[in-house]
C-alpha cells in the first residue's frame, strides 16, 4: 500500500528583490512565463525536494529538473529538457543524470499533451523519476502508459507535492488554474483583475470559478493583508501583497499573491517598514504562488 511523504518543511518565500527583479526583467524580454512545482520525494535513498520548472518564451519550450544537493544547496543536480516549439508535439525521450553518485532516469512523452496558455501542459502527458529501480515522481496523468514505458514499480513512498510558483505577465488581469484538494485532481480557475489609474481609489478583484471571492478596495492602504474565502467548503487563505504595483518602477514591479488551504502567517521580522520588500512569508504544507508581473 502507497503511504504519501508528509511535508513538515516550512518554506520561506521572500518577496523578489531588486536585483532579483531586475535579472527577471532582463531574462523575459520575450514575455517569457514560468512555473515551478516543488515535490518531496525519496531520491537515491534520501528524501529531498525535488523542483520542476516549466519554461515558456515565444521561441522556447524547456523543462528544467532540479533534485536537492544536502551537501551543497546551491548546486542541485539537474536535468534541463528543452523543447523547441516547433518540435514539441512530437517529443518523447529520456535522459539520465546522477544524484550522490547513483543513475536517476527520467522519462518524457508530450505527444498527445495538451496546453493552455501556461508553460505547465494540462494533460494527456507525463514525466517520470526513476531511481533504485522505482518511480519516485511521476508528474501528469498518463499512470499506466508511464508504468508500461519504464517497467519499473510505484515507490511504496509516495511523492507529495508541496508547492506551486507562477510568474505571469499581464496589464490588469492574471490568470491562473489552482488545486486545493488533497489529491491535487480538481483545478480551479483564478482570475486576478486590478484598476490601479483612473479617478476613482485603486482596487483589486480575485475571482475563484467565475465567483467574485474578495474586493479589495483602498489599496492605497489596504496593498498588503489576507483573507480567508471558501472554496468547495474548504477553507482558503489569500495573502495578497501589492506594494510595488502602487510605488515601485514600473518595469521591475510585481505582486504577489498567495492562495493556500489552512493558515498562513506574515512574518515581519526582517523588518517592520510596510516600504519594505525585504519581508517574508513563512509557510508549512501546500500553497500556490504567484508572481504578477505587469506589463505597460
Not at 508553460?119 to 501528469?140: F, K, R, W
Not at 515507490?155 to 499581464?170: P, R
Not at 493558515?263 to 500556490?288: I, K, P, R, V, W
Amino acid at each position: 500500500m502507497l503511504s504519501r511523504l508528509q511535508s513538515s518543511t516550512t518554506f520561506s518565500i521572500p518577496k523578489l528583490s531588486s536585483s532579483s527583479s531586475e535579472k527577471l526583467n532582463n531574462d523575459n524580454k520575450t514575455a517569457q512565463n514560468s512555473i515551478t512545482c516543488i515535490y518531496l520525494a525519496k531520491v537515491a535513498e534520501l528524501y529531498r525536494k525535488v523542483t520542476a520548472i516549466w519554461t515558456k518564451s515565444l521561441v522556447n519550450y524547456s523543462l528544467t529538473i532540479n533534485v536537492e544537493n544536502p551537501s551543497d544547496e546551491h548546486n542541485p543536480y539537474t536535468c534541463k529538457i528543452d523543447l523547441k516549439s516547433w518540435q514539441f508535439w512530437g517529443k518523447k525521450g529520456l535522459k539520465n543524470f546522477d544524484v550522490d553518485n547513483k543513475r536517476v532516469d527520467v522519462f518524457w512523452d508530450f505527444r498527445q499533451a495538451k496546453f493552455s496558455s501556461n508553460p505547465e501542459p494540462c494533460s494527456d502527458y507525463y514525466v517520470v523519476l526513476v531511481s533504485d529501480e522505482e518511480i519516485v515522481l511521476l508528474i501528469g496523468d498518463l499512470k499506466n502508459e508511464a508504468l508500461k514505458r519504464t517497467r519499473t514499480r510505484p515507490s511504496l513512498t509516495e511523492a507529495t507535492f508541496v508547492c506551486k510558483k507562477e510568474h505571469v505577465y499581464g496589464k490588469k488581469l492574471f490568470v491562473t488554474k489552482a488545486s486545493f484538494d488533497d489529491e491535487r485532481k480538481k483545478e480551479h480557475s483564478i482570475v486576478i483583475e486590478n484598476s490601479l489609474s483612473g479617478p476613482g481609489e485603486p482596487e483589486l478583484w480575485i475571482s475563484i470559478d467565475g465567483m467574485m471571492a474578495t474586493r479589495i478596495m483602498n489599496l492605497n492602504w489596504r496593498f498588503r493583508g489576507n483573507e480567508t474565502v471558501s472554496v468547495d467548503n474548504l477553507p482558503i487563505q489569500i495573502f495578497w501583497d501589492v506594494h510595488d504595483w502602487l510605488y515601485g518602477t514600473p518595469s521591475l514591479s510585481h505582486g504577489l499573491f498567495i492562495f493556500k488551504p489552512g493558515e498562513l502567517t506574515y512574518d515581519e521580522g526582517c523588518s517592520n517598514n510596510n516600504d519594505s520588500t525585504e519581508g517574508s512569508l513563512s509557510c508549512s504544507g501546500f500553497c500556490h504562488i504567484l508572481y504578477g508581473w505587469r506589463t505597460e
